[in-house]
T-cell receptor, first 112, second 111 residues
Framework: NAGVTQTPKFRVLKTGQSMTLLCAQD?????MYWYRQDPGMGLRLIHY???????AKGEVPDGYNVSRLKKQNFLLGLESAAPSQTSVYFC???????????FGPGTRLLVL | SQELEQSPQSLIVQEGKNLTINCTSS?????LYWYKQKYGEGLIFLMM?????EEKSHEKITAKLDEKKQQSSLHITASQPSHAGIYLC???????????FGTGTRLQVFP
């Protein structure tokens, strides 16, 4: 039981490039979340999903897109990366709205 | 988030000392989560509190929820270097799918 995994662990992009971050969970959780963590800002919710095929905007959704084609996977896409998107990205999942969120190890993204 | 304030922002204590971290919300608390993050790693769930006056303990860490004050405290007894990291509280308010996180308290424990 791996829990929540994220790939890649680290990535460097040039401004304007695109990339997709993958989150996978093996706990059969309905809810999945993408956060970014920046110094002094704490964790901020980007997008989330309450089930396969659904997505919703969080606190800071601009510049990101997501897809939840399979229950176990939640993808975060950056279509045209900007230096302001340099951050550490965390994925989390939970079995329900009121249940504990379990986090992945994070992806460090540097946009030059 | 201004909705959730943590104090102090950082804390340096000597091994063996007790310490308390506070998390104060501007919104009504329907659930308060405590997580620990080791430097450069993901978040590890510690405890969840839902009811006013609730208190939970795990090893040397105790968390309490004061519903009236809209505040939670995390107390570590006889701190150890393994307690070092960033402690984050997360607020769940009514009728929402989301958690709002505080900015964290960075704890260092020196021998």
């Amino acid at each position: 039981n791996a829990g929540v995994t994220q790939t890649p662990k680290f990535r460097v992009l040039k401004t304007g490039q695109s990339m997709t971050l993958l989150c996978a969970q093996d706990m059969n959780h309905e809810y999945m979340y993408w956060y970014r963590q920046d110094p002094g800002m704490g964790l901020r919710l980007i997008h989330y999903s309450v089930g396969e095929g659904t997505t919703a905007k969080g606190e800071v959704p601009d510049g990101y897109n997501v897809s939840r084609l399979k229950k176990q996977n939640f993808l975060l896409g950056l279509e045209s990366a900007a230096p302001s998107q340099t951050s550490v990205y965390f994925c989390a999942s939970s079995s329900g709205r009121w249940e504990t969120q379990y986090f992945g190890p994070g992806t460090r993204l540097l946009v030059l | 988030s201004q909705e959730l304030e943590q104090s102090p922002q950082s804390l340096i204590v000597q091994e063996g000392k007790n310490l308390t971290i506070n998390c104060t919300s501007s919104k009504t608390l329907y659930g308060l989560y405590w997580y620990k993050q080791k430097y450069g790693e993901g978040l590890i769930f510690l405890m969840m509190l839902q009811k006013g006056g609730e208190e939970k303990s795990h090893e040397k860490i105790t968390a309490k929820l004061d519903e009236k004050k809209q505040q939670s405290s995390l107390h570590i007894t006889a701190s150890q270097p393994s307690h070092a990291g960033i402690y984050l509280c997360g607020l769940r308010s009514y009728n929402t799918d989301k958690l709002i996180f505080g900015t964290g308290t960075r704890l260092q424990v020196f021998p």
